[in-house]
């Protein structure tokens, strides 16, 4: 019994050390932030509900109007996403939307949805300070 419990511990370090010297290093710190192309962006005032508040309508014509949302959080799974907002919605008393899918799979939550760039800076830096200190701007071009 002495002899198999010395031969797994040595075939434990042997694989140990395999695993910590030839593998790749993955840092769990590493954020990377989802991207959006410019035309699906364009999209997001037709499909961007809000899950609690007021609910905007959509504007007369598209190509005039662009919105600028502040992202708190991205999901790749919409159930969360939809119970992530509807959480700090009734918290905060804000408008929060779920944004369609990425390419990549990420629902967006985002904190309100502004018509202009300056409004929406402005609102993110008091939003860094206050709750999400992660926040950031996907703004229109």
């Known amino acids: 019994m002495k002899k ?8 434990f370090m042997v694989v140990y050390f395999w695993v910590n010297t030839f593998s ?8 990377v932030y989802p991207s959006v192309s410019v035309n699906s962006f364009t999209d997001y005032e037709n ?7 007021n609910t ?23 159930d969360q996403a939809g119970r992530m907002a509807e959480e700090y919605a009734g918290k905060l008393q804000a408008d929060m939307f779920v ?4 390419t990549n799979g990420y629902y967006r939550v ?11 800076l402005s609102a993110l830096e008091t939003l860094k300070g206050n709750n999400f200190p992660d926040a950031w701007l996907l703004a229109s071009k």
């Open 56 to 78: 905007v309508s959509p504007p007369a014509d598209n190509n005039q109007v662009k919105y600028n949302y502040l992202i708190v959080a991205s999901f790749t799974d919409i």
């Open 99 to 102: 944004l369609p899918a990425t």
């Open 24 to 31: 790749k290093e993955e840092s769990s710190f590493d954020v």
């Open 4 to 11: 198999v419990a010395l031969i797994s511990g040595l075939l």
């Open 110 to 120: 985002s904190y309100g949805r502004y018509s202009t760039t300056a409004e929406a």
């Open 47 to 53: 499909v961007a509900t809000p899950v609690t508040g």
